[in-house]
């Protein structure tokens, strides 16, 4: 059977095919079809367990470890709405965010990323933490447990607010401090913003106002809604989710999805690590202090409201006295060089898929060369350039099979007519003829082989990259991980590839023939949907091999005798 450059191109389609479904799977809250197994034994705790212990029927607040009744190791839960109080809604602003902090509970209401405008209305600011309509996105903290006094501060106690600046006004920092007190115990709230940071301190100082010990648990936790993120399409599938990192089960997707099954399997209990809510080029997660206890939950809070936390005992407070805990929260872009310097495992939310042991190395790559060129489309181009050259010398043996190949079609023609009803001598005539004319019928499919997976771990990159996001090429190339807008280079790749054909040696099968003239389109099509930035790469990828093929074939091209 002869195996030829058509088969493969074929069998890279196919293979194209069920990664995009495959990312279709994952964007839909789905198992990866390549996901390895989940480890046994860890899991989101059943109903009746410790994690999702009772809650308090007056306030929705989980009764504190230790407390009658109730099991240890409690988690949040969603918060019943209290008596109303008057509510404030201080604006801080740095040089990177905005954010709106509710002085019920202390919440960050709203926060907006000031140096990344938003997807479809670049007047606006890429907005993360916020309440409206049906989205909802919050990071919350408080305590857990009681005294005779009532419970203890949580994510609907009212707060009061110490006056202070506001904005960074030639300064480094900027601190909101918030003070509550309820159930006999004070809770004070540091939050500080820094200049050019998109991490915030997070500082609470518990004091014990009664005269007897208590022993609260401090909660950080994640609320998001369950919708898909907007833009998000079958071809360009994001990811967003609850996502963690633990040192001994390491980094970890969850999905909205089998959080309401109450299936998300995941470690209950951790001395490192973050919780967070990864979706597409941005993260928000929670940094407790290292090297301290904590029990992980994810909890279905009410109809498409999730969470995901953390709860750290606090030990026992005598009366009056004080303990403090420190956490970080960073929301902002996943720039992957900034989130490897926060800690540990925290750049894994930048997701390349089961791709990222090239994916990685190919960022690396590309950032280098952006740092000299300044120009995200123009590393694209030098980029692919790069490539074709590391590759050129099994390029060029490709080619020339290729060229030798077009030769000899007229005799490969010939045996077809001959042998059409002995497939069986059919096949050992043309073997007979490639081991005569020194042809190695699968070396024009090599150099195709070998720039799949740089081609797929590009993919991932370009969907990836903050780095990339809302970067402009050239003209009407404007974002370079959103689709061309107006379909110039899905026409240019078919062109190219249509010329590639035509280079390569014609199938003797009138219908193979016919397929081949069918591909060009195909791919074009399915370009439409693709970043620009990967078409760009494939382009330029096609205009080098034509120039590279067309001298090769002018070398070996010659009809042998």
Not at 17 to 46: E, H, R, Y
Not at 140 to 159: E, Y
Request: with cysteine.
């Amino acid at each position: 059977m002869e195996i030829n450059k058509r088969t493969i191109l074929w069998i890279v389609f196919a293979v194209s095919l069920v990664i995009l479904w495959n990312n279709w799977m994952i964007s839909s809250g789905k198992p990866s079809m390549f996901a390895p197994t989940p480890p046994a034994k860890v899991g989101q705790a059943p109903a009746n367990s410790a994690t999702n212990a009772a809650t308090n029927t007056t306030t929705g607040v989980p009764a504190a470890a230790g407390q009658p009744g109730v099991a240890p190791g409690a988690v949040p839960g969603q918060l019943a709405a209290p008596a109303p109080v008057r509510a404030e809604r201080i604006t801080v602003t740095t040089d990177v965010v905005k954010a709106e902090i509710d002085t019920v509970g202390g919440v960050i209401r709203r926060l907006e990323l000031l140096k990344y405008p938003d997807h479809f209305d670049k007047t606006k600011n890429q907005v993360l933490f916020d309440v409206s309509g049906n989205n909802t996105y919050l990071g919350q903290t408080g305590l857990i447990g009681s005294t005779p006094a009532g419970v203890l501060p949580n994510h609907n106690t009212p707060f009061v607010a110490r006056p202070g600046l506001r904005t960074l006004d030639g300064g480094n920092a900027v601190q909101v401090v918030l003070d509550a007190e309820q159930g006999g115990v004070k809770l004070t709230k540091t939050l500080t913003f820094k200049r050019g940071d998109y991490v915030i301190d997070v500082r609470h100082d518990i004091s014990n106002l009664t005269q007897a010990p208590v022993q609260p648990s401090l909660y950080l936790q994640l609320q998001h809604d369950g919708n898909k993120p907007p833009g998000d399409s079958w071809f360009t599938p994001s990811f967003t989710g609850p996502t963690l990192y633990t040192p001994d089960n390491k980094y970890q997707k969850l999905s909205f999805e089998n959080i309401e099954k109450n299936k998300a399997e995941h470690p209950t209990k951790a001395n490192g690590g973050w919780v967070a809510i990864s979706q597409h080029f941005f993260v928000s997660a929670f940094i407790p202090t290292e090297n301290t206890a904590r029990d992980i939950f994810t909890k279905k809070l009410a109809t498409n409201l999730y969470a995901i936390g953390t709860v750290q005992p606090l030990g026992t407070v005598a009366p009056g006295a004080t303990v403090s805990n420190t956490a970080r929260l960073y929301s902002g872009p996943q720039d992957e060089k900034t989130l490897e310097k926060i800690t540990p495992g925290l750049e894994l939310v930048k997701d390349y898929g089961m791709f990222a042991i090239i994916a990685k190395p190919l960022f690396w790559i590309i950032d280098q060369i952006h740092q000299l060129l300044g120009n995200w489309g123009w590393t694209i181009i030098a980029f692919t350039i790069l490539i074709k050259l590391a590759f050129f010398p099994l390029s060029a043996a490709g080619y020339r099979s290729m060229a030798k190949m077009r030769v000899v079609t007229p005799k490969m023609q010939a045996i077809r007519e001959r042998y059409k009803a002995d497939p069986m001598k059919m096949q050992q005539a043309t073997m007979e003829l490639y081991k005569a004319e020194k042809i190695n019928p699968l070396g024009g499919c090599l150099p195709i082989l070998v720039q799949m997976p740089v081609f797929l771990a590009l993919y991932y990159v370009l969907q990836a990259s903050v780095e990339m996001r809302g970067a402009p090429w050239i003209g009407w190339i404007q974002d370079l991980t959103q689709p061309d807008p107006w379909f110039i280079l899905p026409v240019l790749y078919a062109i190219s590839m249509f010329i590639t054909a035509k280079l390569n040696p014609q199938p003797a099968d009138p219908m193979q023939a016919k397929m081949m003239l069918f591909m060009p389109l195909a791919f074009s099509v399915m370009f439409i949907f693709f970043p620009s930035g990967l078409v760009l790469y494939w382009v330029v990828n096609n205009l080098v091999s034509i120039a590279q093929q067309w001298v090769i074939t002018k070398k070996y091209g010659t009809p042998a005798k």
